[in-house]
């Protein structure tokens, strides 16, 4: 669900940080990939889920208004933690994080102490890891009813961690002219372009078992490509090509063209969207074998 009348997106600006992510096609995609790409033991189980839990993808956007402190699980602002704001004048490099430094930014994300207006800035981490934490134990429990819930939030939050534009606080542009990017990337590109569209699961490391190291992992991935994502709207800066009509059906005049213009965006979206889904199977798995293991 993506908001995209200016005048409604005036709250959500006021409030910080975007209420919600990828429009459902995205999140559906993200969902069943994830599941069909689950090692035997856990599809055995999950798998016959996935009808379910496909139509479901949608519920931790849709109850973002009712459950109290929810709209701020869908994203982290790393710019609350030290990290410069997106400059459109640069190619961006990565963030590349030492260890020691990625465990101290992952503390500080998690520590409800840490000087920074969390429902501004977001919590996305610990709403990571505390759904795989109760989806393992409702599935030691027995409580299929429980883990289909949980789940759903899990893959759902793994999912808007690889949304760029859920690690900055210009989700929604840098100047008021951009307003609309964020629904424009989210929503529009995945709709129009189906190159834009996850293929499959991507190969994700054993050792990205643990749901908020994970999740932050994606967004100091994708800070760099709201940067790019940004830019792109203002007509693909740094291609040395101008903008083309790649996509069917992308009106002229329509603001945030250039994101639907520009060819890397696919490419982009797509990626991210395929990590998702391997990352979020990677997880599920996690929180299979955990409820599986000897109580502790
Ligand atoms: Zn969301």
């Not at 929810?70 to 030290?82: S, T, Y």
């Not at 102490?113 to 599935?139: I, K």
């Not at 603001?255 to 520009?262: D, F, I, P, T």
Request: with cysteine; aromatic share 6%; charged share 25%.
């Amino acid at each position: 669900m993506a908001v995209r009348c200016a005048a409604l997106w005036l709250p959500l600006l006021l409030a910080g940080g975007p209420a919600t992510a990828w429009e459902r096609l995205a999140h559906e995609a993200v969902t069943r990939t994830a599941l069909r790409a689950l090692p035997p033991s856990s599809r055995a189980v999950l798998g016959p889920w996935e009808e379910e839990l496909a139509r479901r993808c949608m519920e931790p956007d849709d109850e973002a208004g009712t459950i109290p402190g929810e709209r701020e699980r869908h994203f982290l602002d790393l710019e609350a933690f030290g990290f410069p704001e997106p400059d459109l004048t640069k190619v961006p490099g990565p963030l590349t994080l030492t260890p020691d430094a990625a465990r101290a930014l992952l503390q500080q994300a998690l520590d409800p102490g840490f000087p920074r207006d969390r429902a501004r800035t977001g919590v996305l981490p610990e709403a990571a890891r505390s759904q795989q934490r109760a989806l393992s134990a409702a599935l030691r429990a027995g409580d299929d009813a429980a883990a289909r819930r949980h789940a759903v939030f899990l893959i759902h939050y793994v999912a808007d961690a690889h949304q760029p534009l859920h690690a900055t606080t210009r989700y929604n542009g840098i100047d008021a002219f951009q307003r609309g990017v964020h629904g424009a990337f989210e929503g529009d590109l995945v709709a129009r372009c189906p190159g834009a569209r996850p293929r499959y699961a991507a190969a994700v490391p054993a050792a990205e078992a643990e749901g908020a190291a994970v999740v932050l992992t994606a967004l100091l991935e994708g800070h760099p490509l709201a940067t790019t994502v940004l830019a792109a709207d203002l007509g693909c800066p740094w291609t040395g090509k101008p903008p083309r009509p790649r996509c069917r059906a992308v009106p002229r005049a329509r603001a945030n063209a250039g994101v639907l213009a520009c060819t890397h965006l696919e490419v982009i979206a797509r990626e991210r969207l395929e990590r998702a889904a391997g990352r979020a199977a990677r997880l599920l798995h996690a929180a299979w074998e955990e409820a599986r293991a000897p109580a502790r």
